[in-house]
């Protein structure tokens, strides 16, 4: 059984590993703009991420019309992903310019 599924649009594929659904999601999802801020970053774990670690928990509360369970959702799945995944190896996979994550 794949331990990693991609929630995106219902699309439902499934991961062996965290990295291999990262990188899915990052190269057959279309990339979203921030509600908050207009960048386009890749949708699932960087959307998340960029989402957390750029804006308020309020700003993201208030542009996306969530809640405070919305907000640790998200929060936890950041979480699990970063204490699970290689994402410098993802990196180095999807050949990101200057080896950061978007």
């Given at each position: 059984?794949?331990?990693?599924?991609?929630?995106?649009?219902?699309?439902?594929?499934?991961?062996?590993?965290?990295?291999?659904?990262i990188v899915?999601?990052?190269?057959?999802?279309?990339?979203?703009?921030?509600?908050?801020?207009?960048?386009?970053?890749?949708?699932?774990?960087?959307?998340?991420?960029?989402?957390?670690?750029?804006?308020?928990?309020?700003?993201?509360?208030?542009?996306?019309?969530?809640?405070?369970?919305?907000?640790?959702?998200?929060?936890?799945?950041?979480?699990?992903?970063?204490?699970?995944?290689?994402?410098?190896?993802?990196?180095?996979?999807?050949?990101?310019?200057?080896?950061?994550?978007?």
């Open positions: 059984m794949s331990a990693w599924e991609c929630d995106i649009d219902g699309c439902g594929e499934r991961f062996d590993s965290v990295e291999d659904a899915h999601q990052t190269s057959e999802h279309e990339r979203q703009e921030c509600k908050v801020c207009g960048a386009v970053v890749p949708d699932g774990y960087f959307a998340i991420r960029h989402a957390f670690d750029e804006h308020s928990r309020a700003e993201y509360v208030r542009a996306y019309d969530a809640n405070s369970s919305d907000v640790r959702t998200r929060e936890r799945i950041r979480d699990e992903i970063e204490e699970t995944a290689d994402l410098k190896g993802v990196v180095s996979r999807l050949d990101l310019t200057g080896g950061e994550l978007p």
